[in-house]
């Protein structure tokens, strides 16, 4: 007697390439990975494996095949590639800088030489094929609109953000959170749209929160 080949959960349906039968799939249970593993074998008899195959994106559905060989296991289903987030890929700041177009590079400049004004010893690295600013962890970030995420931009010209923008008192509501948890951010679109005093203000804010944190994790970590 062949089990069902087609089995549903909440999120997708589970499909067999071909009818199994029960004594190749006792189902007892599945395993239900991350998108970041493309298959795991879940079941072996006689030289036959059973694995998980999970969807990519939500463009294809999870599937279950049996196959003969357990070198095929190791092997990504073509179905299943690793959906790029961006077409860049910056080595260097500079890269970075050279790539954005004109209009949004005065404004980068700008926020660079605020950030660096506000807290001279930072240390600026990229991420997301943007630049961050950190001491103990990341405080802020500066990201173009040129530089997409996931093939669109939401919006115009250059964002500011705050890594740990829940964290800051805006007394005056200058940032936006969006649909943000932690994050908060102000667009530009000009360089005369910056409050200098403002943004150096609460640079200063994220920056003793960043110190803060690291202070209260190495407490923790001491037992202090």
């Not at 095949?65 to 590639?81: A, G, R, T």
């Given at each position: 007697m062949c089990m069902h080949t087609s089995l549903c959960s909440s999120n997708f349906t589970i499909r067999a390439d071909r009818p199994l039968s029960t004594t190749d799939l006792?189902?007892?249970r599945l395993l239900i990975l991350s998108e970041k593993t493309f298959c795991w074998p879940l079941y072996r008899k006689s030289n036959v494996y059973l694995y998980l195959l999970y969807p990519d994106h939500g463009r294809?559905?999870?599937?279950?095949?049996?196959?003969?060989?357990?070198?095929?296991?190791?092997?990504?289903?073509?179905l299943l590639k690793k959906r790029k987030m961006q077409d860049v890929s910056f080595k260097s700041v500079e890269e970075f800088l050279a790539f954005i177009p004109v209009n949004e590079l005065s404004l980068v400049t700008k926020l660079r030489e605020i950030i660096f004004q506000a807290i001279?010893?930072?240390h600026e690295k990229l991420a997301y094929n943007v630049?961050?600013?950190k001491?103990?962890?990341?405080?802020?970030?500066?990201?173009?609109a040129s530089i997409l995420w996931g093939g669109?931009?939401?919006?115009e010209g250059v964002r500011f953000g705050f890594t740990k923008?829940?964290?800051?008192?805006?007394?005056?509501?200058y940032l936006d959170k969006g649909n943000r948890k932690e994050v908060s951010y102000k667009d530009f679109t000009h360089v005369d749209e910056i409050d200098e005093t403002v943004l150096i203000s609460l640079i200063l804010r994220a920056?003793?929160?960043?110190?803060?944190r690291y202070l209260s994790k190495k407490m923790t970590r001491y037992h202090f």
């Amino acid at each position: 007697m062949c089990m069902h080949t087609s089995l549903c959960s909440s999120n997708f349906t589970i499909r067999a390439d071909r009818p199994l039968s029960t004594t190749d799939l006792p189902v007892q249970r599945l395993l239900i990975l991350s998108e970041k593993t493309f298959c795991w074998p879940l079941y072996r008899k006689s030289n036959v494996y059973l694995y998980l195959l999970y969807p990519d994106h939500g463009r294809h559905k999870a599937g279950i095949s049996v196959i003969q060989s357990k070198k095929d296991i190791m092997q990504p289903s073509p179905l299943l590639k690793k959906r790029k987030m961006q077409d860049v890929s910056f080595k260097s700041v500079e890269e970075f800088l050279a790539f954005i177009p004109v209009n949004e590079l005065s404004l980068v400049t700008k926020l660079r030489e605020i950030i660096f004004q506000a807290i001279p010893d930072c240390h600026e690295k990229l991420a997301y094929n943007v630049p961050y600013y950190k001491r103990h962890a990341n405080i802020c970030f500066i990201w173009p609109a040129s530089i997409l995420w996931g093939g669109k931009s939401q919006y115009e010209g250059v964002r500011f953000g705050f890594t740990k923008g829940f964290l800051l008192k805006d007394e005056n509501g200058y940032l936006d959170k969006g649909n943000r948890k932690e994050v908060s951010y102000k667009d530009f679109t000009h360089v005369d749209e910056i409050d200098e005093t403002v943004l150096i203000s609460l640079i200063l804010r994220a920056a003793d929160v960043d110190v803060d944190r690291y202070l209260s994790k190495k407490m923790t970590r001491y037992h202090f």
